[in-house]
T-cell receptor, first 115, second 116 residues
Framework: DAGITQSPRHKVTETGTPVTLRCHQT?????MYWYRQDPGHGLRLIHY???????DKGEVSDGYSVSRSKTEDFLLTLESATSSQTSVYFC??????????????FGEGSRLTVL | AQSVTQLGSHVSVSEGALVLLRCNYSSSVPPYLFWYVQYPNQGLQLLLK??????LVKGINGFEAEFKKSETSFHLTKPSAHMSDAAEYFCAVSRGRGGSNYKLTFGKGTLLTVNP
């Protein structure tokens, strides 16, 4: 258990409203990620962070922004939600230590429905 | 850039039969390769990984995978399927040593069904 908590776990919202998903970790991992999972697409990286205030885009970053002001929290914001952003969002963390490359620990997911 | 192709979005086997899930990768540099498993309504968890050294790697729950550079493959196998193996399996790749090995690209997943 990597001590990852995602909130909210379920959310229904309307098109055009802002939405923020929160990922909180207790293990002081350096790397944090936001993925979305959709049928037929597997997991696609939205944004990731390699330290406090250090973030970068993934392959499907349009319409999303992130912030990491503290090691333990990584926020994903949809400024104006669209129906195409209906998905299950997973937060993941990684220590980045030698010998542990690629070992991601995942949260339980946040299911977002945009009507 | 790295990419992963999982052949077969759905594989069905009988309990006790061989499990074979196929993964081919594309990478411009020596890759690190991974298999993750996702049980219903849960996040993913690492099954096994290849970084360097021995090309046959063993993971949890009796699974193993072999890195074959000449075939650009990393297929996942288990000699005898158990009902509890029913899950979705994801192959993933990252850049290897000296690269961005903290950023993974996942395949689209293979759903394994085990029939009694």
């Amino acid at each position: 258990d990597a001590g990852i908590t995602q909130s909210p776990r379920h959310k229904v919202t309307e098109t055009g409203t802002p939405v923020t998903l929160r990922c909180h970790q207790t293990e002081n991992h350096r790397y944090m990620y936001w993925y979305r999972q959709d049928p037929g697409h597997g997991l696609r990286l939205i944004h990731y962070s390699y330290g406090v205030k250090d973030t970068d885009k993934g392959e499907v970053s349009d319409g999303y922004s992130v912030s990491r002001s503290k090691t333990e929290d990584f926020l994903l914001t949809l400024e104006s939600a669209t129906s195409s952003q209906t998905s299950v969002y997973f937060c993941a963390v990684a220590s980045g230590t030698r010998g542990r490359a690629g070992e991601l620990f995942f949260g339980e997911g946040s299911r977002l429905t945009v009507l | 850039a790295q990419s992963v192709t999982q052949l077969g979005s759905h594989v069905s086997v009988s309990e006790g039969a061989l499990v074979l899930l196929r993964c081919n990768y594309s990478s411009s540099v020596p890759p690190y390769l991974f298999w993750y498993v996702q049980y219903p309504n849960q996040g993913l968890q690492l099954l096994l990984k290849y970084t360097t050294g021995a090309t046959l790697v063993k993971g949890i729950n009796g699974f193993e995978a072999e890195f074959k550079k000449s075939e650009t493959s990393f297929h996942l196998t288990k000699p005898s399927a158990h009902m509890s193996d029913a899950a979705e399996y994801f192959c993933a790749v990252s850049r290897g040593r000296g690269g961005s090995n903290y950023k993974l690209t996942f395949g689209k997943g293979t759903l394994l069904t085990v029939n009694p």
